[in-house]
Structure formats: C-alpha cells, structure tokens
C-alpha cells in the first residue's frame, strides 16, 4: 500500500503529447496522490531537480541533443536529500538500452507501444513501492545505528563512571594517609593520571598557615606527558610569576565558577590548556587543584562532576589533616605543659615547705628574728612565684577563650615605665639597668596594668637569661605615630633556629643552658597577645653567647582610637 503523501514526479520528454499522454496516465491513477512536473529539456529538468525534492524521474531514452542515459547518471549523481527512483523509457526493440539503462541506476524501464496504458502506471506503482520500501530500510538502519551509537556511548560512560567511582575510592584511602605522611599527595595525583590516561598531568600547589605557597609542587603525569611536567615543575619553583598567578586566581575564586579554565602558557612555559579549582574549606584555603591537557593529545572531555568530587575530597583530606596536627600539637603543648607546670609548681611548694618547717624549729628554739625575717622573705618570694604562674595560666585560659580584658584609658607609658624600671632595679643586685633615653610622656590609650605586665616580664626575662649579671639596657622612644621600647641584654641569647618560636604558647628554646633557668614557656606568648591586643607589635633579636633585644611598639594616643 502506497503512502497517502504526494509524490512528486518530473517528466522529461521532447515531445509535449507524449509528457501530456504521461499526465493524464498519473492523474488518473487513485493509487497514490501525485504532484506532476514536466521539462523539456535536460536543462530544464536539472534546474527542477536542483531546486525541488524529487521522488520519481521519467525519463525518455530519446532525448537530442544527448541522450537520457547521460542524464540518469548526472541526476543519480547529484546530493538529493533522499534518494530519486528512476523509470526509463524506451521505444520497440531497444530493449538494450533498457539494460543498460537498469545496469547505470534505472529501476525499471517502459516500452513505448500500444500497451503502454497498462505496462506505464503499473510500473510506475511498482517503483514507488519499490522507493517506499526502501526508505523505510534506510530509516530503520539509520535508527539502528543511532540506537547502536547510543549503546556504544552508555557502555562508555558506565565503563567511565566505574572507573571514576573505583578511583574515588582508592584516592579517598591514599588521602586518609595525609594525616601522617604529607607526601603521600604524590601517589594521590598518580592515581588520578590512570583514570585521566595519556596527555594529562595533574598537579597540587599548596599553601602554608602564613598563606605562602609551598617551595615544591606536586606532580603527576602521564608517561607522554614526562618532560612537560618536569618543565612545569621548575617553572614553579624558580619563576615568582607562576606563584603570582596562582594567588590571583585564589584571590579571585570567589566571583568565579568552580573551575577556571586557563592557557597553561600563562602559567607555565608549556601548550595546553589547564583547569584550576581553589582547594578553600569555609575556613581556610589550602591552595589549588590543577589539571593539564596537553595541546598535541585529543582526549573525551572530563566529567566535572568527577572533577568536583576529587577538589572536596582534596579540601576535606587537607582539612582533617591540619586538625589531626593541630592535635598532635595540642597534645605536645599539653604534656610540655604538665612537665614544665609540675617542675614549675614543684621548685616553690618545696622552698615554701622546706622554708615553713624551718621556721617551725627556730620558732620552737626562739632563733633570732632576722632569721625568721629572711625565712618570711622566701616564703614570701616563692608564694609570688606561685601567684606569677598561676596568673600566667588564668591568662592563656582567657585568651584561648577570647576573654582577655583591656581596659582601656590614657596611659602616660614613659611615667609607667620608670616606675617599672625602679621596682626592677631594686629588685636585682647583680644587673645594672640603664635608661638610655628618657623623651618624657608618651600618651598612649590602653590598659595600665596589662602595659606593666608586658614590661615586668621582659626585664625580668633580661635579668634571669642574664645569669652572670651585666648591664640591661632600656631604650624608649616617640616616632610618628608610635612608642618604641627597646629592652637589650647581655646574656646568653637564642639560637637562630629557635627565634621564629619564641612568642608560641608553652615554647621553650631546646638548650641545656635555657633548662637550667625556670620558665613555664607562658610569658612571651601572653606579652605578644597583649601588645597585639594594644594594637602593636613585638619582634627580638638574638645572638648566642653575645644578647638578646626585644623590641615592642605601641600606637600613640594621636594614631590609637578607643577600641570597646
């Protein structure tokens, strides 16, 4: 059964009563609906064929001044968006042509004679059935093809999304790793390559707690892809630009998609094309994820998502492993802090035993009273001793928990600083303090008490590293918009290594020197909060063997702005 569409015909014959004769045959036909056009020429017919979508072509053997078989190759030749059947027509005893005709493309042929009335529109039915079934092949195999792509593309991307997952789930073991060993992000990004395949390098820049990029960078990378990482690697570790571009682009992650696609020229001296994710946790960013496809490699296009899931787990791993060394330490801090706390609590408790009992017995004897006045004045000194740490801990409490109190107020610190120079002065018999400047009153807006308690701990830090006496010298002066006190030493100073650790809470220098004077490593961590707190700054230099100096500076009252 024919569709009920309208099939569209092209007569081409010389003759206008033969092309009449062919209409009148096809427009009776109730078999099918028809759209009929003539031409009289080939190249009336090919400006047909040209313009209009053909179904069926008829068309005369006979055709000056070519011939129709000419004709049927040009047309069978020409890109028509579906396939046009054609039917030959030949006159009696050249049914030659007619083969010859089928042999170049024909589908059937007719013989002009006094049967043509029934022999043309049943061919004709014929060729349309013929071309019907046809296109109903061509668009079951286009849509088995179609079907076949799309399976071909599912079994794909399963085997893709397995691979994918298998990867998550051995990276997320690898990275668990990171709590104890930082170099195990190597074997991490190796991982990420195998899924990846050839043309990729994956690569982690990391930053440090001060927000500075780590020396090396951690690379991976396919086998291909070798003498580039290695190039990207250098590139990193002795051009500054590369760093500077990573901190933008940090810097800029907030207003931009998860991923930046950039040149990887603009990074590294390298083609190819690299996508960067910052690694930042709501607290903290830890630095940034890259991938690198290389220029010369066509590779399929890497699920984000994939991509998405390796950044989290990559912000999650380095997240838990700060924690867990943040743990570590506080657990160090702890137990130095039990042993420094228990040597420190241990020295007093035993002088003002030590010292009670023998008050006892000279009591019972009625010993002298200067005896028992120097035996009070012991007591006296280890309860203060006592009353120093236990105040110095109340402190760290406070400050751990954000409640250490400023009052603030006018401070004149030159007055209180000569007041605190006295009290020291006549406290140490075997150091000479010396004020070396003496500029008058400078006004600053803070807490008294607290000031004090800064400039009490470092003279008394001077005078007990100092242990073979010497001068202290105290230098104060007014700059711009600052108070700048100087407090120098002549004792056996600080290491060079242990300068960057001085003002850590609980920090004492690992020398056998510094252990055998009494120190709970509380001190200069609570004098830089509190200088901090003032809106300030505190820094010390050192030499072994020759001194130290500590330098702190105060915002004056015309550059301090009350602070509730």
């Known amino acids: 059964m024919l569709d009920s569409h309208a099939w569209t015909i092209l007569i081409l014959d010389d003759q206008e009563a033969d092309r009449y004769r062919y209409r009148r045959l096809i427009q009776r036909d109730q078999a099918a609906t028809y759209r009929?056009?003539?031409?009289?020429?080939?190249?009336?017919?090919?400006?047909?064929?040209?313009?209009?979508?053909l179904d069926v072509l008829i068309l005369d053997y006979s055709l000056p001044p070519t011939d129709g078989l000419q004709v049927l190759m040009e047309i069978l030749a020409y890109?028509?968006?579906?396939?046009?059947?054609?039917?030959?027509?030949?006159?009696?005893?050249?049914?030659?042509?007619?083969?010859?005709?089928?042999?170049?493309?024909?589908?059937?042929?007719?013989?002009?004679?006094?049967?043509?009335?029934?022999?043309?529109?049943?061919?004709?039915?014929?060729?349309?059935?013929?071309?019907?079934?046809?296109?109903?092949?061509?668009?079951?195999q286009a849509a088995l093809q179609a079907t076949n792509q799309q399976l071909r593309e599912a079994l794909i991307i399963q085997a893709r999304t397995e691979a994918q997952a298998t990867c998550l789930a051995e990276i997320g073991m690898l990275l668990y790793r990171l709590q104890t060993d930082p170099a195990?992000?190597?074997?991490?990004?190796?991982?990420?390559?195998?899924?990846?395949?050839?043309?990729?390098?994956?690569?982690?820049?990391?930053?440090?707690?001060?927000?500075?990029?780590?020396?090396?960078?951690?690379?991976?990378?396919?086998?291909?892809?070798?003498?580039?990482?290695?190039?990207?690697?250098?590139?990193?570790?002795s051009d500054p630009h590369v760093q500077g571009c990573l901190t933008r682009i940090i810097l800029a992650s907030d207003s931009l998609e998860f991923a930046q696609l950039v040149s990887t020229a603009t990074l590294f001296p390298v083609d190819g094309v690299s996508q960067l994710f910052a690694l930042k946790s709501a607290?903290?960013?830890?630095?940034?994820?890259?991938?690198?496809?290389?220029?010369?490699?066509?590779?399929?296009?890497?699920?984000?998502?994939?991509?998405?899931?390796?950044?989290?787990?990559?912000?999650?791993?380095?997240?838990?492993?700060?924690?867990?060394?943040?743990?570590?330490?506080?657990?160090?801090?702890?137990?130095?802090?039990?042993?420094?706390?228990?040597?420190?609590?241990?020295?007093?408790?035993?002088?003002?035993?030590?010292?009670?009992?023998?008050?006892?017995?000279?009591?019972?004897?009625?010993?002298?009273?200067?005896?028992?006045?120097?035996?009070?004045?012991?007591?006296?000194?280890?309860?203060?001793?006592?009353?120093?740490?236990?105040?110095?801990?109340?402190?760290?409490?406070?400050?751990?928990?954000?409640?250490?109190?400023?009052?603030r107020q006018p401070v004149d610190l030159g007055s209180l600083l000569d007041d605190v120079l006295i009290a020291m002065q006549a406290m140490?018999?075997?150091?000479?303090?010396?004020q070396v400047s003496a500029p008058g009153s400078m006004m600053v807006y803070g807490d008294a008490r607290r000031l004090e308690q800064v400039l009490v701990n470092l003279l008394q830090n001077?005078?007990?590293?100092?242990?073979?006496?010497?001068?202290?010298?105290?230098?104060?002066?007014?700059?711009?918009?600052?108070?700048?006190?100087?407090?120098?030493?002549?004792?056996?100073?600080?290491p060079k290594t242990a300068l960057p650790h001085v003002f850590k809470r609980f920090y004492r220098v690992p020398s056998e020197r510094m252990h055998m004077i009494s120190g709970s490593g509380i001190g200069l961590y609570v004098v830089k909060e509190i200088v901090?707190?003032?809106?300030?700054?505190?820094?010390?230099?050192?030499?072994?063997?020759?001194?130290?100096?500590?330098?702190?500076?105060?915002?004056?009252?015309?550059?301090?702005?009350?602070?509730?």
Request: charged share 20%.
């Open 283 to 407: 607290h903290h960013c830890y630095g940034i994820f890259g991938i690198y496809q290389s220029a010369t490699i066509e590779s399929d296009a890497i699920d984000p998502q994939f991509l998405q899931e390796i950044c989290l787990r990559l912000t999650n791993a380095f997240e838990h492993a700060a924690l867990y060394r943040d743990a570590q330490t506080a657990i160090a801090d702890r137990e130095a802090f039990l042993s420094i706390a228990s040597h420190e609590l241990k020295n007093p408790l035993a002088g003002l035993l030590g010292r009670t009992q023998l008050l006892q017995r000279r009591m019972a004897r009625s010993a002298p009273l200067a005896q028992m006045q120097a035996d009070l004045t012991m007591i006296l000194e280890q309860g203060n001793r006592l009353n120093t740490l236990l105040s110095e801990l109340l402190d760290i409490s406070r400050l751990t928990e954000g409640q250490l109190e400023i009052q």
């Open 462 to 494: 001077a005078v007990k590293y100092s242990p073979d006496g010497g001068t202290i010298t105290v230098e104060a002066t007014m700059q711009a918009h600052e108070v700048r006190i100087q407090i120098h030493d002549q004792g056996i100073g600080i």
């Open 184 to 237: 195990s992000i190597t074997g991490v990004l190796e991982r990420i390559i195998q899924t990846l395949g050839q043309g990729w390098i994956c690569f982690v820049a990391l930053l440090d707690r001060d927000e500075q990029w780590l020396p090396e960078l951690a690379l991976a990378s396919a086998p291909d892809c070798a003498a580039v990482g290695t190039q990207m690697m250098h590139a990193y570790a």
């Open 428 to 434: 140490s018999t075997r150091h000479h303090i010396v």
């Open 36 to 53: 009929v056009l003539e031409a009289e020429t080939a190249d009336q017919a090919r400006q047909i064929w040209q313009t209009t979508a």
């Open 79 to 140: 890109p028509h968006a579906h396939e046009v059947a054609c039917i030959m027509l030949t006159g009696v005893g050249n049914e030659q042509v007619a083969v010859e005709a089928m042999k170049h493309g024909a589908y059937d042929y007719v013989v002009k004679s006094t049967a043509l009335d029934q022999t043309f529109v049943i061919t004709l039915q014929k060729t349309i059935e013929r071309v019907q079934l046809r296109r109903q092949i061509v668009a079951q």
């Open 532 to 564: 901090a707190a003032h809106g300030g700054s505190i820094e010390v230099e050192s030499h072994e063997g020759i001194g130290s100096c500590f330098t702190i500076r105060i915002p004056t009252m015309s550059s301090n702005l009350p602070i509730a």
